[in-house]
T-cell receptor, first 115, second 114 residues
Framework: GAVVSQHPSWVICKSGTSVKIECRSL??????MFWYRQFPKQSLMLMAT?????????EQGVEKDKFLINHASLTLSTLTVTSAHPEDSSFYIC???????????FGAGTRLSVL | KQEVTQIPAALSVPEGENLVLNCSFT??????LQWFRQDPGKGLTSLLL?????REQTSGRLNASLDKSSGRSTLYIAASQPGDSATYLC?????????????FGKGTKLTVNP
């Protein structure tokens, strides 16, 4: 199956700093990628849909100025958590859509801890 | 509003048992259904994909069925092994304006004891 690489897998940062998470499709092009967030023992919640060459579409309640998404190429989407706070500590997972197969492939996730 | 319910929420079985995980969804116009497993602290691994025109899919010891009329899908695991221990997810999806969003429930946490 298709491979999605997510980096870093784990990051610790100080409150107020910004953190960038990368999501790459390694062997296919993805015009659409998705970013999810998962708090402990909770469901994955879709944050936004990342569209190559255009602005991301954010879900209700997700601050677009805090969670900056850039999808400048067909194989890379980035999520930047700006001015991170402890409540942003969570597990962030990306996925990439293979349109031809109608399947989403997921990255391994990034655990963010904000001190 | 799309919603996914998975029953049971947790399941603990001895190794070798056959088991069934249940998933119900609200959107009868479901496009397709993809079953995943998530290991603790990890991302999601795709297990099976059932297109809306199909009734079931099989992969090794796994068999998934889809009943659109009742809004249900089941995942059957034969001869369970400790390595099957994970949380199993069956997010609902629909074709909304060309984008493919997934709505997740809390999943079924499976523990297979040696």
């Amino acid at each position: 199956g298709a491979v999605v690489s997510q980096h870093p897998s784990w990051v610790i940062c100080k409150s107020g700093t910004s953190v960038k998470i990368e999501c790459r499709s390694l062997d296919f092009q993805a015009t659409t990628m998705f970013w999810y967030r998962q708090f402990p023992k909770q469901s994955l919640m879709l944050m936004a849909t990342s569209n190559e060459g255009s602005k991301a579409t954010y879900e209700q309640g997700v601050e677009k100025d805090k969670f900056l998404i850039n999808h400048a190429s067909l194989t890379l989407s980035t999520l930047t958590v700006t001015s991170a706070h402890p409540e942003d500590s969570s597990f962030y997972i990306c996925s990439a859509l293979v349109v031809a197969k109608n399947i989403q492939y997921f990255g391994a996730g990034t655990r963010l801890s904000v001190l | 509003k799309q919603e996914v319910t998975q029953i049971p929420a947790a399941l603990s079985v001895p190794e070798g048992e056959n088991l069934v995980l249940n998933c119900s969804f609200t959107d009868s116009a479901i496009y397709n259904l993809q079953w995943f497993r998530q290991d603790p602290g990890k991302g999601l691994t795709s297990l099976l994909l059932i297109q809306s025109s199909q009734r079931e899919q099989t992969s090794g010891r796994l068999n998934a069925s889809l009943d659109k009329s009742s809004g249900r899908s089941t995942l059957y695991i034969a001869a369970s092994q400790p390595g099957d221990s994970a949380t199993y997810l069956c997010p609902e999806r629909g074709d909304q304006g060309g984008s493919e969003k997934l709505v997740f429930g809390k999943g079924t946490k499976l523990t297979v004891n040696p």
